[in-house]
Structures are given as C-alpha cells and as structure tokens.
C-alpha cells in the first residue's frame, strides 16, 4: 500500500506524461497574517478561505488546518504555489487534479475576456458587439458593402486613436501641473522649516536670526562644532547651533522654541545648555589679549595722536539682572545700588581697534569696579608701559601702577568749581577714546538680547566640575560671536591687519 501525504489522495511518486519518475513537493494551507495590516489581512484570509473551497474537505476548517494536512504541487500549473500577494497568478489557489468536475475560472480566463472586450470595443466604435446570428439569416456582403465596412472600421481606428492622443496630451499635461505645483509647495515648505534651505541665500534673515553678517560665518562656526554636539533624533546639529544663537539673539522663549523645532521643553533645554557648553570650549579662547607689537601694528590714528602707540586696553563694567537670591548674604551681595536691583557684574576689556580681549566672571552687583579690577585678573597681563583708559569710578591708580602701568581717567573738580584748560583738554581727549568701550558693551546687549533679560538663579550656581558659572559662559560665548563681526569702533578696510 502506498503511502499518501496530500489532502486529495495523490501518490508520493508520480508519472509525467513520458512515463518518467517524478518527484512531488508539498505546501501547507496558507496563514492568516492578522498584524501585518489591513490590507495583508484581507488578502490572506481570502487565499485560506479559496484553498479550503478549493480541496472541498469535510474535515478541514478555516479555524483549524493540521500541519499534516498538504496539497501536492501536482495542482499547481507551475509546480508551486504563488506569492500570497499576487492575486492575479493562476497558482494563487490549487486548480489541478482537484478530483471533482466543477473547473473555477481563472484569472487567466478573465484576462483573455477583457482583451477580447477591448479589441471589440476599438471595432465597432466603443458599441455592444451585436450577438450571433443563425445562419440562414446572414446576408450575402457585396465587394461594395465590404469596402464600406473597411472604411468604417479604419475611421473608427483613426477616431479611437484620436482620442487617445488627445487623453495622453491631457493627462501629460495634468502631470506637468502636479509636478510644477509640486516642487512650487517643497519651495513652499524648505522656507519654513528651520533648516539649512531657512538661512541660506538670505542675509538678512541670517544677520536677524544669529547676527552673523553672512551664512557662511554661521557654516564655518557648525563646522568647528558639530563633531562635539550631542547626538539627537529630533533635531540636527545645524539646528542645534540654530537655536542656541536665536535664543541669544532674540530671547525667545524656551517654550515658543519648542514649538518651533517640534521638540519638548525638556530638550531644547538640554540642547541649548549642551550647545552652549561646547561653544565655550572651542571658542572661548578668541577672546584673547593680543601681544604688544600687534597693538602697536593695528593702533588706530586717534589713539596714537593722544597716547602713541601705548595704550594697551580700555575697560568698563557692565550689569545684568538676576533674580532674587532667597539666600540673605547672597541677596546683600548681588544687590546693586546703581541699578536699584539684584545683579551680576562684568568687567570687559577692549583693544583701541575695538575687539573684546578680557571678560572676567560674574561678580555680585555690590562689588566695586576698584574691587573687580584689582581681583579678577586683568593686571597680571599688562606690561611696563602700557596706558589703560577707564572711567571715574576705576580708582586703580595704584593698582595698575604697581605693574609699572599707566591709568588714564577723566579729571576730577577736586572741589574746585571747575577744571583748568589742560585738565578740560585731557578729559575730552580720553572721553572721546574711552567711549568705544561703552559703544562695544551697546553693541554686546543689542546684538544679544538674552543679556537684558532676568537670569534665573540657577544660571548663577558653578557648573558641575568648573569653576565658571552658566551665566559666564553666556556672557563670554556672546564677546566671541561680537568679535566675529565687524568692528563697532573701526569701519571695515580703513585700518590695518596684523600678520602675527
């Protein structure tokens, strides 16, 4: 007795039509694949279901199927079952041998139909083919008549063909519209998302944005930093710098950013504490104290008239606002009298050509600026000789002298009622020079509104394993983004530029 392994009887070895041996291969009942969606769903629950019809096997259920239970290639046209997905293939479902008579049309069947149905469509002018007629009512066709139904038949070719023209011309042309307006809403949509296509080509929205005056200053500084940034799925490092620099900038808000960049409150904080930390520490040394004979090179004419060629640096403070320390000693140490509120001063240094070369680390608000100068470090880098300009309120004469350096400041009344001519002459003179500081500290606040804003506490706390605060690195990230602009104080190409 031979053994059988198909659920419609066929042997294990089977016969061609040759008489040769041919070896059968066997394939289970298709799966109904419920997670791989809808569509994969449908398709697959109909194959089960027309295989199940197909076998017409009392015992085999659409819920349950022995894997024992197999059909043999036997019933397939090509040996085996086709791509469950491929619903027009006559091996979609066995057909062969099924062992009963009824025959299911195939899909191949269907398709011979449907290509019949167009030829006829195309011969009698898109009219229903007439049905048959017997034979003893069919008409003797003169050559007359038939040369007539020629040349209908070819003006009915020459029409569809017409027609057809004319539907590609319509439809090419639709597609050229789709495609126009297509890459017309990408346009659209590049300048309004906040990427590289948002900036580039644009000046204006680069010097609004980042205050840079042109797009490649911004591409040269992501360059430089972008091997450093944080890694992210939200957002790229182009945004990242993109973000940071508008907050600077413009003070926006962390949450209206949020909304911009799609991000949450909690990211785009991390992101703009982690960008600011890598900016400070790839640049933060550009603001630098230049060597002597580079000031010397690069003194400005106004300068040299009044001083020679010895002034070194010219010094000021500036304040920002914090909030109110709940602690008593450090809200009696950031309160500032000249402002009438909390805050944290600097003290910033700029050279004759107007470049920030020294900005110390926040100090309270009560500090003096005497007090600041004196412990900040700023007169370990003067040099015999060198004439530092500063306002009244800098009493560093002894100071600055014991480094064997000069202070030049405007001259006291010393109770008189007013100064002599040479007193009046000097302080004007100083005043005048002394004034680019102040014009590079407007320049510093305007440029980045983050400065005029109230700082948060914790912007005012050491950051972990540095002895700089947040808020000090803020300040000095914005002294080198000034420094990479042009000069507030010299115009650009009328001086000149040291090849050190």
């Not at 495609?179 to 949509?189: A, F, H, Q, T, V």
């Amino acid at each position: 007795m031979v053994r059988t392994c198909c659920v419609l009887g066929c042997n294990v070895q089977s016969y061609d039509r040759h008489g040769n041996k041919v070896g059968l291969s066997f394939y289970a009942f298709p799966t109904w694949k419920q997670r791989e969606g809808a569509h994969v769903s449908d398709v697959t629950k109909r194959r089960r279901l027309a295989w199940i019809a197909a076998v017409r096997r009392a015992d085999i259920k659409f819920c349950y199927v022995s894997r024992y239970q197999l059909v043999c290639s036997r019933h397939f046209h090509s040996g085996k079952p086709a791509y469950e997905m491929d619903q027009t293939n006559t091996d979609w479902v066995p057909t062969l041998h099924m062992g009963h008579s009824e025959i299911r049309t195939s899909h191949s069947d269907r398709h011979r139909r449907r290509t019949q149905r167009q030829q006829n469509k195309v011969l009698f002018g898109g009219k229903r083919q007439p049905h048959p007629q017997p034979q003893s009512l069919i008409l003797k066709v003169t050559g007359a008549d038939a040369e007539n139904i020629d040349i209908r038949e070819k003006q009915t070719e020459d029409q569809q063909l017409t027609n057809d023209c004319v539907h590609c011309v319509q439809s090419r042309a639709e597609i050229n519209r789709l495609l126009e307006e297509n890459r017309k809403l990408k346009s659209k949509l590049d300048k309004t998302e906040l990427n590289e296509n948002f900036l580039k080509g644009d000046t204006e929205k680069v010097k609004y944005y980042t205050g840079f005056t042109c797009f490649a200053i911004f591409m040269s500084v992501l360059e430089n930093v972008k091997a450093f940034l944080p890694a992210s799925k939200k957002l790229s490092h182009f945004q990242m710098l993109l973000l940071t620099l508008m907050r600077l900038r413009l003070d926006l808000p962390v949450q209206h950013l949020s909304y911009l960049f799609n991000v949450s409150y909690k990211t785009l904080s991390s992101v703009f504490s982690d960008t600011i930390d890598v900016l400070h520490a790839r640049f933060g040394i550009l603001v630098h104290w230049p060597e002597r004979h580079c000031l010397q090179a690069t003194m400005p004419p106004q300068f040299t008239d009044t001083f020679g060629n010895r002034v070194a640096i010219i010094v000021d403070c500036f304040e920002i606002r914090t909030e109110r320390p709940s602690n008593l000693k450090a809200r009696a140490q950031t309160y500032s009298h000249y402002k009438g509120t909390h805050t944290m001063k600097y003290l910033i240094g700029t050279t004759p050509q107007g470049a920030i070369s020294f900005i110390s680390k926040g100090w309270g608000g009560r500090a003096s600026d005497k007090h600041i100068t004196e412990q900040c470090g700023i007169l370990n880098k003067l040099l015999p000789g060198d004439v530092v300009l500063a306002d009244r309120g800098f009493d560093i004469r002894d100071a600055v002298g014991m480094m064997c350096a000069e202070v030049k400041i405007p001259a006291f009344t010393r109770g008189f009622c007013q100064l002599d001519a040479k007193d009046i002459e000097n302080t004007r003179a100083i005043a005048h020079l002394r004034i680019h500081v102040e014009r590079v500290i407007g320049s510093l606040r305007n440029k980045f509104k983050m400065l005029h804003t109230t700082m948060p506490i914790r912007s005012l706390l050491p950051c972990e394993g540095e002895d700089v605060t947040f808020l000090d690195k803020i300040v000095r990230v914005c002294c080198v983004l000034v420094n990479m602009c042009p000069s507030v104080v010299v115009k650009p190409g009328t001086h000149e530029t040291c090849t050190c």
